[in-house]
């Protein structure tokens, strides 16, 4: 992309800030040059964004119907999946399946409770229960 072309269409996602792109400049050699956003990367952003926000509304409806354990909506709510989660806390993805369930998790020991809230930047306490509502005005 040419120095000129780099989109400077000020998205509401950067928050005022700049990401850094390259570009060729008028001799044709590589420069860093200050982007303020394109509409498209928006339109992505905000897209994943609201399927983030839907999941976690889904997995906070599957916690309160006593389906899954209060770990799968922090999970999302944190803006993680399986994957993630797995590579923030070192446990494997199957046992995180496993302690998704709620008799599982209930029997999970401290030392485990406590990776998982580190990981997801919740205390212990918080991380065994999940907010009355979920705040869907992101969306």
Not at 23 to 47: F, I, L, N, P, R
Not at 121 to 128: F, K, T
């Amino acid at each position: 992309m040419e120095h000129g072309k780099v989109p400077q269409h000020n998205i509401s996602t950067y928050a005022n800030n700049k990401k850094a792109m390259y570009a060729t400049d008028e001799s044709g050699k590589y420069c860093v040059v200050a982007s303020s956003g394109w509409e498209v990367e928006e339109a992505v952003t905000k897209q994943a964004l609201s399927e983030l926000k839907r999941l976690a509304c889904d997995a906070h409806r599957q916690v309160c119907s006593g389906e899954v354990s209060p770990l799968y909506f922090h999970m999302y709510d944190r803006r993680m999946d399986i994957q993630v989660l797995s590579e923030s806390t070192g446990i494997y993805k199957w046992r995180i399946k496993r302690h998704f369930k709620p008799a599982v998790f209930t029997q999970l020991s401290v030392k485990i409770r406590r990776r998982y809230a580190e990981a997801l930047g919740l205390s212990v306490e918080e991380l065994g229960r999940v907010p009355e509502r979920v705040n869907r005005s992101e969306e």
